[in-house]
Nanobody, 119 residues
Framework: QVQLVESGGGLVQAGGSLRLSCAFT????????MGWFRQAPGKEREFVAS????????SYANSVKGRFTISRDNAENTVYLQMSSLKPDDTAVYYC????????????WGQGTQVTVSS
């Protein structure tokens, strides 16, 4: 069973930066595409970014492109989300996601970490 534990959320002023971390345990990290999603109050959960084992060509939502960077440390089984130039609209609970590369129906979620951006 995969377990995902996020950390790094908090309160930051607009224009500031935060780095989220997600620690992966329980299975072979290289067998999973890792991603970040977020859910703001009253809104549906939305895709933020994802990265494959190789780290090549990560994907980003248009709303964060150029401001957020996803990366993974395959030796440490950890995925990161570096967030810069934060805006109040980035306020949400951020969730780590792991999708098995052989079956996208097998996926796991972390418990989420709150990011609040003040204006």
């Amino acid at each position: 069973q995969v377990q995902l534990v996020e950390s790094g959320g908090g309160l930051v002023q607009a224009g500031g930066s935060l780095r989220l971390s997600c620690a992966f345990t329980g299975r072979t990290f290289s067998s999973y595409t890792m991603g970040w999603f977020r859910q703001a109050p009253g809104k549906e959960r939305e895709f933020v970014a994802s990265i494959r084992w190789s780290g090549v060509n990560p994907s980003y939502a248009n709303s964060v492109k150029g401001r957020f960077t996803i990366s993974r440390d395959n030796a440490e089984n950890t995925v990161y989300l570096q967030m810069s130039s934060l805006k109040p609209d980035d306020t949400a609970v951020y969730y780590c996601n792991a999708v098995w590369i052989l079956n996208s129906g097998v996926n796991y979620w972390g418990q989420g970490t709150q990011v609040t951006v003040s204006s």
